[in-house]
């Protein structure tokens, strides 16, 4: 498929999305907003790919959402272009999503990262929710993922005051797996990525939809969405494999059924 707004590259079983708009910092237009989805979507129906990658440059991962493109829009016209819906779409991705961040991630870029499954930060990496210096809040999760996140104070202080984290502090709060350095930042993060890649495919799958609904639901529904992904994981030839290669003393060979 041939992509105007962003590059794809497979490094084994990573599937890289690189968001490609260097000269407004990688802001998220309608565009791009499609073209990262529907890469995204293309990598999760790929047997051949176990983790998807996003990432932007050393400068910007991205600078939200494209203001140039915003700046006349009504409340229909948003609503009719069906933005909402569209940022919703990385919930529906069933294998992990790693973001590769170096440089900005503000507003929708924030956003956006906030609602991958894991974050590789490079030193230069920083956060932020700068909405409200343009007359708005965050539109694509950010108040309620960044609540959940690091509680309600910096929270507020990021959203109603602009105040953006460094890499550390996203990473002290929870926001960042790992920081690495600027130089290679990527293949660090691909690094990281083909580890989870190489494990046992529908395992991984169940393990993220177990995860996730932690933060969909009480501890009892919670409790039993784990129980069923467990009981499930027994159906599969993976299971077998795993625990028999365990006894056998020698690496499993995952077939991703
Ligand atoms: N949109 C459009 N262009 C942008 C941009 C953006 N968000 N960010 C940067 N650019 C452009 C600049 O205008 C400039 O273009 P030229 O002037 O060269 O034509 C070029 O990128 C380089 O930027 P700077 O010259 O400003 O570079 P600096 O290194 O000085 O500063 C910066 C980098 C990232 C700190 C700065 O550019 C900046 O503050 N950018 C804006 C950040 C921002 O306010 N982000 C929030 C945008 S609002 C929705 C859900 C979510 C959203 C929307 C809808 N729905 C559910 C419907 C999200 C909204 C947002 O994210």
């Not at 998220?28 to 293309?42: H, Q, S, T, W």
């Not at 708005?136 to 690091?150: E, F, S, W």
């Not at 690094?191 to 177990?210: G, N, T």
Request: charged share 25%; aromatic share 8%; hydrophobic share 45%.
């Amino acid at each position: 498929m041939a992509y105007t707004t962003v590059l794809t590259e497979t490094r084994g079983r990573v599937g890289i999305v690189q968001l490609n708009r260097p000269q407004a910092m990688n802001a998220f237009n309608i565009a791009m907003l499609g073209e990262v989805f529907d890469a995204m979507e293309a990598f999760d129906r790929d047997d051949n790919i176990g983790v998807i990658m996003v990432t932007g440059n050393e400068k910007a991962f991205a600078a939200g959402a494209d203001i140039k493109e915003m700046v006349d829009a009504t409340a229909f016209q948003m609503i009719i272009e069906n933005r909402v819906d569209t940022w919703d779409r990385i919930r529906g991705i069933k294998k992990p999503v790693i973001a590769a961040v170096s440089g900005w991630a503000l507003g929708g870029g924030c956003e956006f990262v906030l609602s991958c499954d894991m974050v590789i930060a490079s030193e230069s990496a920083k956060f932020g929710q700068p909405e409200i210096t343009l007359g708005v809040i965050p539109g694509a999760g950010g108040t309620q993922r960044l609540a959940r996140l690091l509680g309600k104070n910096l929270t507020m202080e990021m959203v109603i005051n602009n105040r953006t984290l460094t890499a550390a502090e996203a990473q002290q709060f929870g926001l960042v797996n790992r920081i690495v350095p600027i130089e290679g930042y990527l293949d660090a993060a691909v690094a990281f990525a083909e580890e989870i890649a190489s494990r046992a495919p529908l395992a991984v799958r169940m393990a993220k939809d177990a995860v996730n609904a932690a933060f969909e639901t009480t501890l009892t529904e919670g409790l039993k969405a784990e129980k069923r992904n467990f009981y499930l994981l027994f159906s599969t030839e993976d299971q077998t494999e795993g625990m028999q290669a365990f006894i056998e003393k020698r690496k499993p060979n995952w077939k991703g059924k």
